[in-house]
């Protein structure tokens, strides 16, 4: 699902428009310093069950933080996420979208000791259905 995940993103003008490809997961790899950037964090991911075994069908919480050198580039990153995924449907690759959905947002504190720079962030967790592609 994170490959599908990232492809989504990556296949959209608004967010590639603002990040190019600087989307990955965990943290922004060591020497890139060109903003904005999305970093994703996977929250949870559990599966679910029928009384006959797993469901087919997960349901995962990602965390999407944009990062920038000023708080309203951080901001139009989390916006064009935001129309991305809200209420997305569809098939990347072999994984099916049955459903995002926009949980939450919130600003983050981009500044910690011995930082060379200032960053403002915000971050948004989104639900995401999700399952294997039918053939």
């Known amino acids: 699902m994170e490959e599908a995940f990232t492809n989504l993103?990556?296949?959209?003008?608004?967010v590639t428009a603002l990040c190019g490809d600087r989307i990955h997961w965990g943290i922004q790899p060591d020497?890139?310093?060109?903003?904005?950037?999305v970093n994703l964090t996977l929250i949870s991911d559990p599966v679910v069950y029928y009384?006959?075994?797993e469901a087919g069908v997960q349901r995962?919480?990602?965390?999407l933080d944009a990062w920038a050198e000023s708080y309203l580039d951080a901001v139009a990153v989390q916006r064009a996420v935001r129309s991305l995924l809200s209420g997305y449907l569809g098939?990347?690759?072999?994984?099916?979208?049955?459903g995002i959905s926009v949980e939450t947002g919130r600003d983050l504190d981009g500044l910690s000791p011995g930082d060379a720079q200032q960053l403002f962030g915000r971050s948004?967790?989104?639900?995401v259905n999700f399952g294997a592609a039918s053939a």
Request: no cysteine; glycine share 16%; proline share 3%.
């Open 51 to 53: 009384l006959d075994g």
């Open 60 to 63: 995962a919480r990602i965390q």
């Open 31 to 37: 020497g890139v310093q060109v903003f904005p950037y």
């Open 124 to 127: 948004v967790d989104v639900l």
């Open 9 to 14: 993103l990556l296949g959209d003008a608004g």
């Open 91 to 98: 098939t990347v690759g072999s994984i099916a979208f049955s």
